[in-house]
């Protein structure tokens, strides 16, 4: 049992630090392997300890439960992006790398940033992407299930984002290595000073350099996403052309490895549960509700932090200000309060609420884009594929952050 209650008395690595007396106190390390391998049980733990619980591994506080993931979510004036969303607090500490213009920054500034963002990938030009992606996704599933058997990670979840959304960014360079190791260093770095963070840190120097070049203006085709954003800048749009460099960095950092990961945890989660995979083919329209869902049932962005501004009272316990709070986004799409039948995957639910991709200001601003991809992806495979089997060992991928797999073998049967 990893939970106590605080005596209210000096606690934690911290020092110093008095816990509101009789609040949940958990030594769990949510950035432990051991964790990764399974979270559900220590999820249902974090959840069922309190609507807040202070972790004694990182010493900060942390929500579990939909209700208060959803609070902290909406309120970014009390909880603030502006200091960082990982656990390095940047009123304290020096960032590994310039903030980022949306995800590091709280309104007006983000919202400037934002703005641009939302005209680039605005619903009407994720619409006219939607044929040459099918027709992409169709490509892909009919060479794997002509194949048979594949590794659905490395063959599939990685090579369809690969095969479409570098080319819509409008990257001259292929570079899939430093694509891929660049975010998941990212997303490494959101985490503690760990193993994972300090090796990611330490060989990041590559992956970066190659990044920042492909973001600059004469590295960008005319059309694709980056040449737009450097176009809103040289229209005098709210954003210096320095910006539009950073903005295209934050669409390499956080469109790639997310759709990866998504679109790995809709086969894994169609190649597990048969009967969903055969609802989905007999009703082909249930697409694009089978990849909502397993964004639900997986969360591939499993964690983010916020930092108080002010003291405030959340579920009955009071923080002060300058706080870290750790929102468990994959508890919350797993809360039974919320969910009925929280851990049951479902392509025929009403997955809308679930916060997979965030909430509030900072809610995923490529979600149109990823839903797209995973649609497409998913809808091809039930059409060309009449099941999917696991055939080997699934081996997961750990990260600070992200929740994927490193191999997912199966073998499908052609439709
Ligand atoms: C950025 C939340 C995650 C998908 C994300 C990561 C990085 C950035 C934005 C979002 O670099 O702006």
Redesign the pocket.
């Known amino acids: 049992m990893h939970v106590t209650r605080s005596p209210g008395e000096v606690s934690g690595p911290a020092g110093g630090k008095v816990l509101p007396p009789g609040c949940p106190v958990s030594d769990i390390d949510p950035f432990s392997n051991e964790f990764f391998a399974d979270p559900f049980p220590a999820q249902a733990e974090l959840r069922d300890a309190g609507p807040v619980v202070w972790l004694s591994a990182w010493s900060l506080w942390a929500v579990a439960r939909h209700a208060e993931v959803s609070i902290v979510l909406n309120d970014w004036a009390t909880f603030c992006s502006g200091r960082g969303v990982g656990l390095s607090d940047f009123a304290r500490e020096k960032p590994w790398r310039q903030p980022?213009l949306?995800?590091e920054t709280d309104p007006p500034e983000h919202d400037r940033a934002r703005s641009v963002l939302n005209r680039v990938l605005s619903p009407a030009v994720v619409k006219g992407l939607r044929e040459s992606f099918a027709a992409k996704a169709d490509e892909l599933a009919a060479a794997l299930v002509e194949k048979g058997s594949f590794d659905a990670v490395s063959e599939l979840a990685e090579t369809f984002p690969l095969a479409v959304f570098p080319q819509a960014l409008g990257l001259r360079e292929e570079g899939p290595e430093h694509l891929l190791a660049y975010a998941g260093l990212?997303f490494n770095a959101f985490g503690p000073p760990n193993e994972l963070r300090r090796v990611a840190l330490e060989t990041a120097a590559p992956h970066v350099a190659w990044v920042t070049d492909q973001c600059r203006r004469e590295n960008l085709l005319p059309g694709g996403f980056g040449a737009q954003i450097h176009e809103a800048a040289e229209r005098g749009e709210g954003i210096t052309s320095e910006e539009a460099v950073l903005l295209v960095?934050?669409l390499l950092?956080?469109g790639l490895d997310?759709t990866v990961n998504g679109i790995g945890a809709a086969v894994y989660c169609l190649a597990r549960f048969p009967d969903q995979f055969a609802a989905l083919r007999a009703d082909p329209s249930l697409a694009r509700a089978a990849f909502e869902e397993a964004i639900r049932y997986e969360s591939p962005?499993q964690t983010?932090f916020r930092t108080t501004t002010r003291p405030v009272s959340i579920g009955g316990v009071s923080l002060d200000e300058g706080e870290k709070v750790l929102m468990f986004l994959g508890a919350a799409n797993r809360d039974p309060r919320h969910w009925p039948d929280a851990d049951r995957y479902d392509v025929r639910r009403r997955a809308a609420g679930h916060v997979g991709f965030?909430w509030g200001v900072h809610n995923?601003v490529g979600q149109m884009l990823a839903r797209l991809e995973g649609e497409v992806m998913v809808a091809a495979l039930a059409r060309r594929a009449a099941s999917v089997e696991i055939s080997g060992p699934v081996v997961r991928r750990y990260n600070n952050t992200l929740r994927g797999l490193e191999r997912l073998p199966v073998t499908v049967r052609p439709g």
Do not use: N
Request: with cysteine; proline share 0%.
């Open positions: 980022s949306v995800l990212a960095r934050s950092t956080a997310t962005v983010f965030g995923c």
